[in-house]
């Protein structure tokens, strides 16, 4: 789907060796006050229990799992919007994304001075909001001069333009995001060519100390009341502590670290599954004895759109999709006993490929 998932947040919030906990590529961290200097891009799997109990009902060679890339973004510092310190370069690169994940430093530490000198993770929601903010409101400016030479001809389109254009203008002044206004489709063409950055979906990761790893603490308590008629996802993980879990090599060390730590799944999963989510993005299985797959689509997609994934062939020549939901396949055992029971479905163009279907692609080129 080649979307990306952007880590945001100011310097020394724990975003790269969180970004460490799920890639394979390793970004810079340091036990100092430090910011690196640019973005790390990584192809994260993300954890489908599903596609391993269907394999306990049908072996297979290899099980290959969906992907979202994730982008761990410089640090931001004050200033941005202005090219302070990396800004430039942060807000470009957070502009090329599809959807942000907001770091929150939620601990304290001696050894880690905060960046404004206290930890306030409120603030710092605040802090990088202005900054986008910020630029976003000198995108709309920019075409809002763009459409007034157009409008004074008479043009009823740019006048439009320019009325939706000033609502924007005011809600960012007033200091809130574009994403939090009600704006049809309509009126979303008119800045959706500006590819702003406080439109995109935003989800929040309080990353805490050890101990409050399952229950929070008093700095995620404040930022659930600052969020709280928001529409977002707030979760809550203990960086320090899933990079001690990643560094296991073997799974069954890996359980029962996680189950002394009180857990049961790294945190990290959490955040990638609900990054996979806010991507608006689902996962459809192929099984068989060779390969079982996730395969990942937009919501939405029709049957022969999510063949075309699998390979273009599948949909130019799409005859029928049949079709096992999967808690039918679990339930029943086989591919055999859900057409006995009635449940393996013979679905034509206009099917709706929904969230753990198993397909099989009829074709004929």
């Not at 391993?52 to 004050?78: F, N, S």
């Not at 254009?165 to 063409?189: F, G, P, W, Y």
Request: aromatic share 6%; net charge negative.
């Amino acid at each position: 789907m080649s979307l990306q998932c952007g880590i945001i947040g100011i310097a020394n919030t724990g975003k790269s060796t969180l970004f460490n906990c799920m890639s394979s590529v390793k970004a810079e961290t340091s036990s100092f006050a430090f910011t690196s200097s640019k973005s790390n891009i990584g192809v994260i799997q993300v954890p489908d229990q599903r596609l391993y109990e269907l394999e306990k009902l049908v072996p297979t060679k290899r099980v290959v799992h969906a992907t979202v890339e994730m982008v761990d973004i410089p640090g931001l510092a004050k200033g941005a919007n202005q090219g302070e310190g990396v800004g430039n370069k942060f807000l470009a690169d957070i502009r090329n994304t599809d959807a942000l994940i907001h770091i929150l430093r939620c601990f304290d530490d001696n050894n880690l001075p905060h960046i404004n000198g206290s930890v306030d993770p409120v603030r710092d929601i605040e802090n990088i909001d202005f900054e986008l903010q910020v630029k976003d409101l000198e995108s709309v400016e920019k075409k809002l001069q763009r459409l007034e030479k157009t409008a004074r001809s008479g043009d009823k389109e740019a006048k439009h333009g320019m009325e939706v254009l000033n609502k924007v203008k005011s809600t960012l002044e007033s200091l809130r995001n574009i994403r939090d206004m009600r704006l049809d489709a309509s009126e979303k063409k008119y800045i959706d060519d500006l590819f702003l950055l406080t439109v995109k979906p935003v989800m929040y990761v309080c990353n805490v100390d050890d101990a409050s790893a399952i229950h929070g603490n008093t700095y995620v308590d404040k930022v659930k009341e600052y969020l709280r008629e928001r529409n977002v996802e707030i979760l809550v993980v203990a960086a320090k502590l899933e990079s001690e879990i990643s560094d296991f090599e073997h799974e069954e060390e890996r359980i029962e670290f996680l189950a002394d730590a009180g857990l049961k799944e790294p945190g990290v999963n959490r955040i990638i599954r609900s990054a996979y989510s806010m991507l608006d993005l689902l996962s459809f299985f192929t099984v068989g004895p060779d390969e079982i797959r996730a395969w990942t689509i937009h919501r939405g997609m029709t049957a022969p759109q999510a063949a075309g994934v699998i390979h273009s062939d599948l949909e130019r020549g799409f005859i029928r999709a049949e079709v096992i939901h999967y808690n039918d396949f679990i339930t029943l055992g086989s591919e055999h006993a859900c057409k006995e029971k009635g449940k393996l479905l013979i679905e034509g163009r206009n099917y709706l490929v929904g969230d753990g279907d198993i397909l099989h692609i009829r074709f004929n080129v």
